[in-house]
C-alpha cells in the first residue's frame, strides 16, 4: 500500500475546517488525503493556489517563474491520472514551489543571476525527479537571493512588508507562509531555510547532510550545502522526507545510512522528549525578546512533561563562524572562477565580494577552517548525545525591518556546517508582530528522533489556529 | 579460541625447513604458531633477530632507535605471560618493526626530524597498541625519511648498496628483507609503503584508506595518509589485518565498516580470479624490464586458471598525480606551518620545499586539486568493479642505483590517492639482480577479496625459496 490511512483520525477532528477552509490553506498532508479520498481534485487545488498566488504575487515577489497554464496543465494529467486509478504517489497533484537552484526539466532555473537568466536544464535535480515521481506538481519556480548567497531579493515578508524575508530561500518561505503553495523546496548553506522559515512563521527543516541528494542543484559550497524544505506543518516535513531521502551516487556527499519511515515517526504520538536548552552563545548574541520567548517556550515544554536542562557546549563559536565563511568562500570562488573571469561585473555585490575573497584565501587557511569544523562537530556531538533534541532559538531577533539585508546566519550556520538535522517551529510572536521560531537538532541521521520531538513539541505548543500560525491577509 | 590451530598442515609441510632454518628466517605466522606450540621461546627468538640485527645493521642502517635490553626484556615478559598460560595473542612475542613516526610510549619518535629528535610519546598510536595488546613486541623504530617525505635517509638496500630502499618507509622495508624483524609497520601517503617493499623484494600491504586508525601517527596529509605494512608473506599481511583493522574514533578518516575474517579469506584457497590487466599510464613508464616482467607473470597467472583480460582506464593519471601533490603540499604546509615559522633552517631541502609551495598554494587550486581526485576516484572504481583485482607493475623501474632519491611514487599513487586497498608481490629480478614485483588492487573495503586473490598469485608465482625471495647475506 502506497498509502497510509488516517481516514477515520482526519475525518473525526478536521473535516469540519476543511469544508469551511479554502483548498490553498491546506497542509500537504491534508491536501494529499483529501486528494485520495476524490473529496478534492488536483485541478481545484491548483485553481485555488494560482487564485491566491495572483492575489499575493505582486505584492510578495515570491515566483522567479511561473507559468500558470503549465501548471493547470499539469493539474490536469494528474487528475487523469486519478480517474483512470493508475499507481498514484503520496504526494499524488500537490503543487510545490521550487527554489530557483534545483534543475527543473524544461523549466528555466535562473539561480538568481542575470548569467543563467535563460538556462534551461535538460534533466531535473534529483530531489525535484523524486516528488514528481510520487505526484507532486512543481507549481513554478521561487527567487532565490543570487546563487544562493546574501544579496538582497525582491521577495517581501507577508508579516511585515518592509521587513526581510530572510534568504537565500526566500520565495519558497515568503509563499509558504502567504499559502501561495503548501511546501517549497530550499537549500542552506550557512541559514538559507532555517532563517527564512523562522523570520516567515513557518516550519523549515533541513536533514542531515547527505540524506537528500545535491544532484542537479546550484553549488553553493559543496562540503556544507544541505537542501531542505518549507512546510506549515511537523508531519508534513516528515512526509517529504520520506520522499525525499535516499542515497545517490549521483552526490559524492550522498549517504546511505537507512532511511526510516519518518511520517510515522513523527505522528506516532511518543513520549516527552529530553530537551537540552543551549544557551552559551546564542543568548548571547539574541535580542530580549528572542530570549524572552525561547525561555517561555523551554518553560512550556517542561510544564507539559519534558525534561529540559541546559547544556553548556564548550566550543568556539566565533572561530568556527570564521572556518565556515573561509570555507563557503573558497569553494564558492572554485564553482565560479570560470564564469567570473569574463563577467564579474554581473555578480550581485556580496557574490562578488565573496568569490573575490574565495580566490584570494590561502589554501593552509582552507584547511585549517575545515579543521576548526571537525573539531567543532566534536563538541556539538558531545551536546547531542547529552538529550534528545537541543533547543535553541532560531535567530538572534525576528526578521529586520531592513530590506537591505536577509538578516544574519550566525543561529543556523552552527548546525549546518556540523551537518545536524535541524527544524524550526513558528510558536509566537515578537513585540512588534513578528514570528519568532525555535531550532530544535539532534546528532546527524536521528532525523525520526528529531521529527518525533519536534511533533511532541509542536502539540504542546499549537500550531494551526494560533496567532502566529497565519500572517495577515494583505487583500 | 584465540588461535586458528594449523599445527597439523603445518608439522607435516614445513617442520623440515624450520628445524634447519634459524629462528629469524621465520615469518610472523611460523614464528606466532612455532610460540604457541612451544617449540619457538619468544627469548630465543629475539635473540636469534637481535644477533641477525647486529650483523646486518652496520652496513643497512635500518634502526633510528633499538635498545636491545628493552627488546630482550620484552622477549623476557612475553615468555612469562606463556609459561603462567595468561591468557596470549595471536602475535604472542612476535617482534615487529614500527616505523618512527608512529608513536611509542617511552620510545622516541622522531619523524625522521632533528626538531623532533628527543620527542618521547606518552602514548602509543592506535596501531602499535592493539599489535602490543594481540602479544607483538615492538623490537625497535625504523628510519623514515624526514617526516615520512621524499629525502632520501641513511638506509641502504640490502639487494644492492649503492641501491636505493626506496621510502619514505626505508628501515622498515630493508629490514624485512635483511631478516632483522618478520615484519614492519609503515605508511603510504604516496608510494612510501608500496614501493620499498618492491625495492626490497618483500611483501608491501596498504588496506583502505580508513580501515587501519592513524591516530598517534605523525600526520603528513590527512586526507590521503594510509597506514601499511611490510611482511614476507600474504598470509602475514592477512593475520596483521586481523590484529590492526577496525574503528577508531580518534581518527576521523576512520570508517566503520564491517572487518571480515581476513587471514581465513587469505588462506582458504580460493578459485583462480579474474585480472584486470591496466597496461595503460602504467606501460608508458614503465622500463622494459618492468614491462616485460608484468607481462610475463600476467601470461603464468594465465596460465594456472585465471582469466586476464586487459582494462581499460578512461581517466587523467598526470592530471591525478598534480593534484595529489597539491593536495599533499597544502596539508604538509598546514600541520608545520607553525613550527615551520621559526624552524625552516631544520628542515631537509624536499620537505621543507614542499611546506614552502605548500604554504604559497590559494584554496581554489587546493579544493580542484581534491575535486580531480574525486574525479579520478569514480574512473578508477568503474575499473576495479570490471575484475575481481587489478594487477600493474607496482613500480617503473627496479630500485635505482642512485642514493640521492627515494625512488618515484607514481605507480603506487593513484591507489593511495583513491583510497584502493593494495599489495605488492615479490615474484622475480631484473636484469641487474634488483627485484621486481607486481601491484594487485581492488575496490575500497574489499581486503578479503584482494587477500584471497593475492595467496591464490602468491602460490603460483612461488614464494619462499625461489632465487628472488632472498637478499645476497652480506656477511
Request: net charge negative.
Amino acid at each position: 500500500m502506497w498509502y497510509d490511512s488516517r481516514v477515520p483520525i482526519f475525518l473525526a477532528t478536521e473535516v469540519d475546517d476543511l469544508t469551511t477552509a479554502q483548498p490553498y490553506e491546506m497542509t500537504v498532508s491534508q491536501a494529499s488525503e483529501a486528494i485520495a479520498l476524490r473529496s478534492l481534485s488536483p485541478v481545484e487545488l491548483m485553481r485555488s493556489l494560482l487564485e491566491r498566488s495572483s492575489a499575493q504575487d505582486p505584492v510578495l515577489r515570491v515566483w522567479e517563474t511561473l507559468d500558470e497554464d503549465a501548471a493547470m496543465e499539469a493539474a490536469r494529467r494528474s487528475e487523469q491520472a486519478l480517474s483512470k486509478n493508475e499507481t498514484i504517489g503520496r504526494l499524488q497533484g500537490v503543487p510545490l514551489g521550487v527554489k530557483d537552484i534545483f534543475n527543473t526539466q524544461g523549466m528555466r532555473t535562473s539561480s538568481g543571476s542575470p548569467i543563467y537568466a535563460n538556462f534551461v536544464p535538460d534533466h531535473d535535480s534529483t530531489a525535484v525527479a523524486r516528488l514528481k515521481g510520487d505526484g507532486a506538481i512543481v507549481m513554478g519556480k521561487t527567487v532565490t537571493t543570487e546563487f544562493a548567497s546574501f544579496d538582497p531579493p525582491p521577495t517581501r515578508n507577508p508579516w511585515g512588508l518592509d521587513h526581510t524575508p530572510g534568504g537565500s530561500s526566500s520565495g519558497s518561505a515568503a509563499g509558504v507562509a502567504a499559502r501561495m503553495f503548501p511546501a517549497a523546496l530550499g537549500s542552506q548553506t550557512a541559514g538559507s531555510v532555517l532563517r527564512p522559515a523562522s523570520y516567515n512563521g513557518v516550519v523549515g527543516f533541513k536533514p542531515t547532510l547527505g540524506r537528500i541528494s545535491r544532484h542537479g542543484v546550484f553549488t553553493v559550497s559543496w562540503s556544507v550545502d544541505t537542501l531542505g524544505y518549507f512546510t506549515r506543518s511537523v508531519e508534513d516535513a516528515a512526509l517529504l522526507l520520506d520522499v525525499l531521502a535516499g542515497h545517490d551516487p549521483l552526490d559524492t556527499a550522498s549517504s546511505d545510512t537507512p532511511v526510516e519511515p519518518y511520517r510515522q515517526a513523527a505522528t506516532a504520538g511518543g513520549k516527552p522528549p529530553r530537551i537540552g536548552l543551549v544557551r552559551d552563545f546564542f543568548f548571547e548574541r539574541a535580542d530580549a525578546d528572542v530570549r524572552n520567548h525561547t525561555e517561555r517556550v523551554a518553560a512550556t515544554l517542561a510544564d507539559a512533561g519534558a525534561h529540559v536542562e541546559e547544556i553548556r557546549v564548550s566550543a568556539d563559536f566565533d572561530d568556527m563562524l570564521a572556518a565556515h565563511r573561509v570555507v563557503m568562500s573558497v569553494e564558492m570562488a572554485a564553482v565560479h572562477q570560470q564564469v567570473f573571469e569574463t563577467r564579474a561585473d554581473d555578480y550581485a555585490p556580496h557574490a562578488r565580494e565573496t568569490i573575490e575573497a574565495g580566490l584570494l584565501l590561502p589554501g593552509i587557511t582552507y584547511v585549517q577552517s575545515q579543521r576548526i569544523r571537525r573539531r567543532f562537530r566534536r563538541s556539538m556531538e558531545k551536546a547531542a548525545s547529552a538529550c534528545d533534541i537541543l533547543l535553541t532559538p532560531t535567530t538572534a531577533t525576528p526578521a529586520p525591518r531592513d530590506l537591505g539585508t536577509t538578516g544574519d546566519p550566525w543561529f543556523q550556520t552552527p548546525w549546518t556546517t556540523v551537518g545536524f538535522p535541524t527544524i524550526t517551529l513558528p510558536c509566537g510572536l515578537s513585540s512588534d508582530g513578528m514570528p519568532l521560531g525555535i531550532q530544535l537538532a539532534t546528532g546527524r541521521f536521528s532525523e525520526s528522533k528529531l521529527l518525533a520531538a519536534a511533533s511532541w513539541c509542536e502539540t504542546v505548543l499549537g500550531k494551526d489556529g494560533e496567532a502566529w500560525s497565519t500572517p495577515p491577509d494583505r487583500n
